[in-house]
């Protein structure tokens, strides 16, 4: 399977517990993306990378929220002292923009994270 | 802020009917607009990606029109069969960001 991948699928914690998920974007693709997708909701932008450099931030990303992309290649998004508002699918997706096509940035999903605090 | 919106949040259709899926954006800046569908508790499939200088893509029974100037995308899907059954994600890349800006979605359901 050449997609995206995440792991692990399912994450149960006690609240103020810290986790760490990880992404494995597809194979050569520069850009790696987090979002967080609550119930009913579209997902919402958390991080962005290209290579190893992290680019952007949302507000959302408070600062119990750090993310890696050590080697530019898998990234780990960490969350301290985790809260039950934090409950939520972590989305990772990747994309690489088609060359002299810098508008054509597909983005590919991951198959999620799904962390419960208890 | 872009803000995206999806009409109707529902829908339920009989099998082998057309349906048109509603997405607006309020800011016309975008650079694309990517359509996913996501079954329950999954990830996001890419269906169709736009760029903001094309009308229209198609992909088998699919397909995706875009008004910028107006700040509207419509999916349109022929012939629609129970496998369909998911919710309809729209979402576009505004200006310089990277990051995509998500609709909440639209549900379908395609029953026998």
């Known amino acids: 399977d050449t997609g995206v991948s995440q792991n692990p699928r399912h994450k149960i914690t006690k609240r103020g517990q810290n986790v760490t998920f990880r992404c494995d974007p597809i194979?050569?693709?520069?850009?790696l993306y987090w979002y967080r997708q609550t119930l009913g909701q579209g997902p919402e932008f958390l991080t962005y990378f290209q290579n190893e450099a992290q680019l952007e931030k949302s507000r959302l990303l408070s600062d119990r929220f750090s993310a890696e992309r050590p080697k530019g290649s898998f990234s780990t998004l960490e969350i301290q002292r985790t809260e039950q508002g934090d409950s939520a699918m972590y989305l990772c997706?990747?994309?690489?923009?088609?060359?002299?096509?810098?508008?054509?940035?597909?983005?590919?999903f991951g198959p999620g994270t799904r962390l419960t605090v208890l | 802020k872009q803000e995206v919106t999806q009409i109707p949040a529902a829908l339920s259709v009989p099998e082998g009917e057309n349906l048109v899926l509603n997405c607006s954006f309020t800011?016309?800046?975008?650079?694309?607009l990517q359509w996913f569908r996501q079954d329950p508790g999954k990830g996001l499939t890419s269906l169709l990606l736009i760029q903001s200088s094309q009308r229209e893509q198609t992909s088998g029974r699919l397909n995706a029109s875009l008004d910028k100037s107006s700040g509207r995308s419509t999916l349109y899907i022929a012939a629609s069969q129970p496998g369909d059954s998911a919710t309809y994600l729209c979402?576009?890349?505004?200006?310089?960001?990277?990051?995509?800006?998500f609709g909440t979605g639209t549900r379908l359901q395609v029953t026998l």
């Open positions: 194979s050569e693709h520069n850009r």
């Open positions: 997706a990747s994309s690489f923009p088609r060359t002299g096509e810098p508008s054509y940035n597909e983005q590919f």
């Open positions: 979402a576009v890349r505004t200006g310089t960001a990277s990051k995509l800006t």
């Open positions: 800011d016309s800046a975008i650079y694309n």
